[in-house]
């Protein structure tokens, strides 16, 4: 027999184990059966109230087995032979493109400008310790993309773009904890996520896919408005039936590529901002209403802000983004001669502090100066910002910094608080360097944000900046039924890079689509159906 409960747990009897188990046999009215099988569907935490409660679904099985958890696996088909399909980059969009291809028959050639996850350390180690920044290997270029070395925040409101549980199922397969079908915000952790990365790859390879790193696209090969392939920085030509170009948000060498040979882009809107970070006790006590440690039980907390200001009369938001509990800020530049900086945590989430970024809307009407440039009007401004804060650091990648109250009272800090970021911090005000309408609204949501977290505005945290690739600036226009874009046939922008998607799962299932599309209008017509 099979039987489905919704129970409401304490932190205890949630993640004790062996608890967890006695307490739902006995709920349940089954605790009489021997051999119960007791598996958790759905797992969320309500803090609303001051005693925290764990939110829980469970599947009880007794004498008969449960079906497989998951039904994705790892049996891909070998398309070694078959008519290939370029994509351009190796993140999530990327990479599960390519596993979809496979699915479908297709070859895919995965092209990426970096390095593989190992070798990638030790450019992210040189960045940290010596501030070297290798533009074509760091913390958002290289095997998994800007995604490997983050969080690995796993929950999007993009569910419309494709199968979210099917996403969950191939990571499982290829490593992630069980766990990440079961919570209501899962995460993997970046100490995990560069081994799973490995295994996507190795399923490519196994399957008769290629994955080519250190490749680099300098060009597009086009006949007649339609793509053929693309020219390496080597030289090389590689052709295929039609190319995804899923690159990421700070490809920008791509986005000049692409203006360059008049193929349509949009300056899009995006957000910027700056990264703050407290300690972790305090983010916990407030949001799990502790007066000292939150326990053995329940997770470093998390927190999610957003604050409406006016100002010359137009309404922006203020809004946290990429939260990283227990986490550290790291450095993101892609560029020497830029400051950014980005967050990422653990899959324990233990480390001493709380980062986030907070980051304001920024609209094209709020640019004027620099629509001279075009479609590159947004990326041209989010560089000019990021070098400014490269000039105020001391042009390394010590990174501004200034106690949130000091920023807000436009105050020089005198002194900073410990910090997370390994290249370390100079005191700067931010309202001397920062976009005075990015300071300014900043300025007005801080304090207004201690309504809703009481003690969340305070100078025992600080602003570390800045943080700028919150989403891509610019735009890769498609279709809307069929992904491809609107000028050149064949070629199918993809993913964050192409202002489709933000994150690792909606990137993954805007993959997925993007390959869909393609093979289902060329492949047919080129080698037959899939």
Same mark, same amino acid.
């Given at each position: 027999?099979?039987?489905?409960?919704?129970?409401?747990?304490?932190?205890?009897?949630?993640?004790?184990?062996?608890?967890?188990?006695?307490?739902?046999?006995?709920?349940? +009215?089954?605790? *009489?059966?021997?051999? &119960?099988?007791? /598996?958790?569907? @759905? #797992?969320?935490?309500?803090? =609303?109230?001051?005693?925290?409660?764990?939110?829980?679904?469970?599947?009880?099985?007794?004498?008969?087995?449960?079906?497989?958890?998951?039904?994705?696996?790892?049996?891909?088909?070998?398309?070694?032979?078959?008519?290939?399909?370029?994509?351009?980059?190796?993140?999530?969009?990327?990479?599960?493109?390519?596993?979809?291809?496979?699915?479908?028959?297709?070859?895919?050639?995965?092209?990426?400008?970096?390095?593989?996850?190992?070798?990638?350390?030790?450019?992210?180690?040189?960045?940290?310790?010596?501030?070297?920044?290798?533009?074509?290997?760091?913390?958002?270029?290289?095997?998994?993309?800007? +995604?490997?070395? *983050?969080?690995?925040? &796993?929950?999007? /409101?993009?569910? @419309? #773009?494709?199968?979210?549980? =099917?996403?969950?199922?191939?990571?499982?397969?290829?490593?992630?904890?069980?766990?990440?079908?079961?919570?209501?915000?899962?995460?993997?952790?970046?100490?995990?996520?560069?081994?799973?990365?490995?295994?996507?790859?190795?399923?490519?390879?196994?399957?008769?896919?290629?994955?080519?790193?250190?490749?680099?696209?300098?060009?597009?090969?086009?006949?007649?408005?339609?793509?053929?392939?693309?020219?390496?920085?080597?030289?090389?030509?590689?052709?295929?039936?039609?190319?995804?170009?899923?690159?990421?948000?700070?490809?920008?060498?791509?986005?000049?590529?692409?203006?360059?040979?008049?193929?349509?882009?949009?300056?899009?809107?995006?957000? &910027?901002?700056? /990264?703050?970070?407290?300690?972790?006790?305090?983010?916990?006590?407030?949001?799990?209403?502790?007066?000292?440690?939150?326990?053995?039980?329940?997770?470093?907390?998390?927190?999610?802000?957003?604050?409406?200001?006016?100002?010359?009369?137009?309404?922006?938001?203020?809004?946290?983004?990429?939260?990283?509990?227990?986490?550290?800020?790291?450095?993101?530049?892609?560029?020497?001669?830029?400051?950014?900086?980005?967050?990422?945590?653990?899959?324990?989430?233990?480390?001493?502090?709380?980062?986030?970024?907070?980051?304001?809307?920024?609209?094209?009407?709020?640019?004027?100066?620099?629509?001279?440039?075009?479609?590159?009007?947004?990326?041209?401004?989010?560089?000019?910002?990021?070098?400014?804060?490269?000039?105020?650091?001391?042009?390394?990648?010590?990174?501004?910094?200034?106690?949130?109250?000091?920023?807000?009272?436009?105050?020089?800090?005198?002194?900073?608080?410990?910090?997370?970021?390994?290249?370390?911090?100079?005191?700067?005000?931010?309202?001397?360097?920062?976009?005075?309408?990015?300071?300014?609204?900043?300025?007005?949501?801080?304090?207004?944000?201690?309504?809703?977290?009481?003690?969340?505005?305070?100078?025992?945290?600080?602003?570390?900046?800045?943080?700028?690739?919150?989403?891509?600036?610019?735009?890769?226009?498609?279709?809307?039924?069929?992904?491809?874009?609107?000028?050149?046939?064949?070629?199918?922008?993809?993913?964050?890079?192409?202002?489709?998607?933000?994150?690792?799962?909606?990137?993954?299932?805007?993959?997925?689509?993007?390959?869909?599309?393609?093979?289902?209008?060329?492949?047919?017509?080129?080698?037959?159906?899939?």
């Amino acid at each position: 027999m099979k039987k489905e409960l919704q129970l409401v747990l304490s932190p205890e009897e949630a993640y004790d184990e062996a608890l967890f188990q006695k307490t739902v046999a006995e709920k349940s +009215g089954l605790s *009489s059966h021997k051999n &119960l099988i007791i /598996r958790t569907t @759905k #797992r969320s935490i309500d803090a =609303r109230s001051k005693k925290v409660k764990i939110n829980v679904t469970v599947e009880i099985f007794s004498g008969q087995n449960p079906e497989p958890l998951i039904n994705s696996g790892k049996d891909y088909p070998n398309v070694k032979n078959s008519e290939p399909i370029i994509i351009v980059g190796a993140g999530p969009a990327g990479l599960f493109a390519a596993l979809r291809a496979i699915e479908l028959g297709v070859k895919p050639i995965v092209l990426e400008r970096g390095k593989d996850v190992r070798a990638r350390r030790r450019d992210l180690a040189a960045l940290n310790k010596e501030h070297i920044v290798n533009p074509d290997s760091n913390y958002c270029f290289g095997e998994g993309g800007a +995604g490997t070395y *983050s969080d690995g925040k &796993l929950y999007t /409101r993009s569910k @419309k #773009r494709g199968d979210l549980r =099917r996403i969950m199922e191939i990571l499982v397969a290829h490593g992630a904890n069980e766990d990440i079908l079961v919570d209501a915000h899962p995460h993997i952790g970046t100490n995990k996520l560069p081994i799973l990365i490995a295994e996507l790859r190795e399923s490519i390879l196994a399957a008769g896919g290629e994955v080519l790193f250190n490749t680099k696209v300098t060009d597009f090969l086009i006949e007649k408005d339609s793509i053929k392939g693309v020219v390496t920085s080597d030289g090389e030509k590689i052709s295929g039936i039609g190319v995804i170009l899923a690159t990421g948000h700070s490809a920008r060498d791509v986005f000049h590529l692409l203006s360059r040979k008049n193929i349509l882009i949009e300056a899009k809107p995006f957000a &910027l901002g700056v /990264r703050i970070e407290h300690d972790q006790k305090l983010i916990d006590r407030i949001q799990y209403h502790c007066q000292s440690d939150r326990g053995p039980y329940l997770p470093a907390s998390s927190y999610s802000l957003v604050q409406q200001t006016v100002l010359n009369g137009k309404q922006r938001g203020v809004f946290s983004f990429c939260m990283c509990p227990g986490g550290f800020i790291v450095p993101s530049a892609s560029s020497p001669g830029e400051i950014v900086v980005n967050g990422m945590s653990p899959s324990r989430r233990d480390g001493k502090f709380a980062n986030s970024g907070m980051v304001v809307a920024v609209e094209l009407e709020d640019l004027p100066k620099y629509q001279k440039y075009g479609p590159l009007s947004a990326l041209v401004f989010q560089q000019e910002v990021e070098q400014a804060a490269w000039e105020v650091g001391g042009k390394s990648q010590v990174a501004p910094a200034q106690r949130m109250m000091d920023f807000v009272n436009n105050k020089l800090s005198k002194d900073l608080l410990e910090t997370s970021y390994q290249p370390g911090l100079k005191s700067a005000n931010f309202n001397d360097f920062l976009p005075e309408f990015i300071a300014k609204r900043l300025a007005m949501a801080l304090p207004l944000m201690d309504k809703k977290m009481k003690g969340y505005y305070t100078n025992d945290a600080h602003l570390v900046g800045v943080e700028s690739r919150t989403s891509s600036p610019v735009r890769i226009p498609r279709t809307k039924e069929g992904f491809e874009h609107p000028q050149i046939s064949r070629l199918y922008p993809c993913g964050e890079g192409a202002g489709f998607a933000g994150g690792i799962v909606s990137a993954a299932m805007d993959g997925e689509r993007c390959a869909e599309k393609l093979i289902e209008k060329y492949a047919k017509m080129d080698i037959g159906s899939a």
